[in-house]
């Protein structure tokens, strides 16, 4: 019979199980649990996962004969006990019944000898090693109230980030437990706008919200720049758009490196620009890249990739959201496989290089003599900086959308400096500046 699982939170997966004595009851018991073990791709489950105050664990599983894993039967232990583990531990990547969609890093003793019952009676002590091991202590912290998000011993992070594209990934840091963040750098307040008010970026203001420590230096560049970040001894630093260089004594303070999440599919548009120039160049798919960092430009090795389509009409704002959250999902779990060793980096390939440049207002000049289709790109890469615009006498008038109609570009929406934006067709009856230049064309 296959029972419902209990999910987290729980008060029952948090306690410690009883003892428990043999009896023909857990015969059948431990035959559902198995069955229902089985049907949700488990290795093992314990007793207060299915609600069942006892201490009374299964686990099996198929051997993987490449990896030289061998099979474990099905077992059934009831009381069972580490009476031994070895000082050896390795980290490996576990997964919960009781914790759906959660992968987290555990460190586990490669050996250990559990004293048990079976469900006859019979005492026996038994050695595992290897995998093996590792499922009999998850499922014996079960029957101690310990669940993975106990054990998990968090890498502290130092996030590096400034615009909107960065905060998802910020949070994913933020909200996962293998992740505990030490301090947000990010760069420092810009005046904007008529006023000159100093604004604070994106992940600053997401930083305060979450209340962690926020750092803003002018220069990564220095020596009191590295002994702060080295104060802080952080596993990794992730970085996300932060729009400064990392030095390369900066890239040393981390115990595992600096990581880097790109918004493309390295090598292909390397740079500060890769979601315009994707647009630009009419990609029809593009991606998010995470990488180890090095002193090049974007030349470190390559983590992991994910691969996103474009859609039609897909600008450099709409883009760049789909993105980040691709970034944010994908970060956390490529640096758990990473530190677990089940993924290894991987150099980019020579081949497929590209560079993109930062972009100035000039990038959103159209030319009207270009193809209608290189305009209509143009004009969703520039969406929503630095802008596509058009002169049309002394007036400059942004182009925020348009479509291609019979081999010509027709702008849909578009605004004249310090107006709000308008519909095409109204703005043309209001016009007296003469021709307007997508006009000139017909
Ligand atoms: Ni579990």
């Avoid at 023909?24 to 649990?33: F, G, V, Y």
Wanted: glycine letters at 8%; proline letters at 7%; charged letters at 20%.
């Amino acid at each position: 019979m296959i029972l419902p699982i209990v999910i987290d939170p729980a008060p029952i997966l948090h306690r410690r199980a009883r003892p428990v004595r043999p009896s023909a009851e857990l015969l059948s018991l431990a035959d559902s649990m198995l069955e229902t073990m089985r049907a949700s791709r488990g290795v093992g489950l314990a007793a207060p996962q299915i609600n069942q105050d006892i201490r009374l664990l299964v686990a099996a599983y198929a051997g993987d004969s490449e990896a030289g894993e061998p099979a474990l039967p099905d077992t059934a232990l009831l009381n069972p006990r580490i009476m031994a583990r070895s000082k050896e531990q390795s980290l490996g990547l576990e997964g919960c019944l009781s914790l759906p969609g959660i992968e987290l890093p555990i460190w586990r003793a490669d050996r250990i000898t559990v004293e048990a019952e079976l469900l006859d009676g019979q005492a026996v002590s038994q050695k595992y090693h290897g995998f093996a091991a590792r499922v009999l202590q998850h499922e014996i912290d079960h029957l101690d109230g310990v669940l993975i998000t106990d054990r998990v011993e968090p890498f502290s992070v130092v996030f590096m980030g400034t615009p909107e594209f960065a905060v998802p990934t910020l949070a994913a840091l933020h909200q996962h437990s293998a992740f505990r963040l030490l301090e947000v750098v990010t760069e420092t307040d810009k005046p904007s706008g008529r006023g000159q008010r100093m604004i604070s970026s994106p992940v600053k203001r997401y930083a305060e919200q979450i209340k962690i420590p926020i750092w803003q230096p002018k220069s990564l560049k220095t020596t009191e720049a590295v002994s702060h970040l080295q104060a802080l001894q952080p596993d990794f630093i992730i970085v996300t758009a932060y729009g400064k260089i990392l030095p390369a004594n900066v890239l040393a303070v981390p115990k595992h490196g600096a990581i880097n999440v790109h918004a493309s599919l390295l090598p292909r548009f390397r740079g500060a620009s890769p979601i315009q120039a994707t647009v630009l160049a009419g990609d029809a798919e593009t991606g998010v890249t995470i990488m180890q960092m090095d002193v090049g430009l974007d030349t470190g090795s390559i983590i992991s990739q994910e691969k996103l389509l474009i859609a039609q009409g897909d600008s450099t704002g709409s883009l760049s959201a789909k993105l980040a959250e691709l970034g944010a999902r994908l970060l956390p779990i490529s640096v758990i496989y990473l530190l677990s060793g089940l993924i290894v980096p991987k150099k980019q390939p020579k081949k497929g290089v590209t560079e993109t440049h930062r972009l100035n207002k000039e990038d959103g000049r159209i030319d009207w003599m270009a193809p209608a289709e290189q305009i209509d790109r143009q004009v969703r890469a520039m969406n929503p900086w630095p802008g596509a615009w058009a002169e049309a006498g002394a007036e400059r008038i942004l182009i925020h959308s348009g479509l291609v109609k019979d081999g010509r570009y027709v702008p849909t929406v578009v605004q004249l400096a310090g107006r709000n934006p308008a519909d095409r067709r109204a703005f043309e009856r209001g016009w007296r500046g003469g021709t307007l230049p997508w006009a000139a064309k017909s």
